[in-house]
């Protein structure tokens, strides 16, 4: 498995930008599929956006598409969730994973951060 440790999130006003970031240590970061999970009080945990190993082409959901930005630094064992024009119900603790590159679940999560977006 993979340790994986979220940052950067923090309380922020309507509009605004946030630039989440997850370092990750074990398992050959280069090897894994990662993504962005959020979970909203009282609401399940959903997909915000995804990145394979490469780092080519990341994908969204329909809420984060045109405001967010997933991107990985291999080097640095990282990766980053660039979030603009950041809505109240954006508020969320944010989670990032991980799962061996192709395939389909994800089985290591961060501890998670907590984006609150104020009206």
């Known amino acids: 498995q993979v340790q994986l440790v979220e940052s950067g999130g923090r309380l922020v006003q309507a509009g605004g930008s946030l630039r989440l970031s997850c370092a990750a240590s074990?398992?050959?970061?280069?090897?894994?599929?990662m993504g962005w999970f959020r979970q909203a009080p009282g609401q399940g945990r959903e997909f915000v956006a995804g990145?394979?190993?490469?780092?080519?082409?990341?994908y969204y959901s329909d809420s984060a598409k045109g405001r967010f930005t997933m991107s990985r630094d291999n080097a640095k064992n990282t990766v980053y969730l660039q979030m603009n024009s950041l809505k109240p119900e954006d508020t969320a603790v944010y989670y990032c994973?991980?799962?061996?590159?192709?395939?389909?679940?994800?089985?290591?999560w961060g501890q998670g951060t907590q984006v609150t977006v104020s009206s």
């Open positions: 994973a991980a799962r061996k590159a192709g395939s389909v679940t994800y089985d290591s």
């Open positions: 074990g398992r050959t970061f280069s090897s894994v599929d």
């Open positions: 990145i394979s190993w490469s780092g080519r082409s990341p």
